[in-house]
């Protein structure tokens, strides 16, 4: 006898394999978490590109550069990874922030084949300013909790970011080539 194989639809419809279903409820909360700080999030990325940075650079590009802050300098692979575009609109995005004095591109010297894309002091400028923004936004969350109440705070974080990095490993493991 053959198995039946569910469709997308009923794929969604099942429970989390082994998970009851109240502890769905668990991970609403985790969920919300995650829609308010990136609401937020994006709306001081947007607020701090209509204020400084409108004139200069367009705003996708704008968004583009602040999510590859973190993994400069890199190479063009690591761009299409962290922007998720493919590899020609990854080149033209490297082009366009080369062009708005914002990266620069140069051969790696370990490598001829390789480019190495990094921060030019305007972008890396421009980042800073930004990161900074950012910082101050999300220490204001912050203002009226007691000491104890960040400390969890800064646990719960650090648990989730475990959980991620091994999700990510993990995920890295299973599809590599």
């Avoid at 950012?134 to 650090?158: G, P, W």
């Amino acid at each position: 006898m053959t198995a039946k194989r569910r469709t997308k639809k009923e794929n969604a419809a099942v429970p989390l394999t082994g998970k009851p279903e109240d502890q769905l409820g668990r991970i609403d909360v985790f969920k919300k978490m995650c829609r308010m700080l990136e609401v937020r999030r994006r709306a001081v990325l947007d607020a701090a590109w209509r204020e400084y940075y409108a004139d200069e650079l367009p705003q996708q590009q704008f968004i583009h550069l602040m999510m590859l802050r973190f993994s400069l300098p890199c190479n063009l692979a690591r761009v299409m990874e962290v922007t998720g575009l493919s590899s020609a609109g990854a080149s033209i995005l490297v082009n366009k922030l080369v062009h708005f004095g914002c990266l620069l591109r140069y051969d790696d010297p370990a490598d001829r084949r390789n480019v190495i894309i990094n921060f030019t002091p305007k972008g890396a400028e421009m980042c800073s300013a930004v990161e900074d923004l950012l910082n101050r936004y999300i220490f204001s969350y912050f203002d009226n909790c007691k000491e104890k109440e960040l400390q969890e705070i800064e646990d719960a974080s650090r648990t989730i970011c475990r959980a991620l990095d091994r999700s990510q490993q993990d995920f890295e493991m299973k599809n590599r080539p």
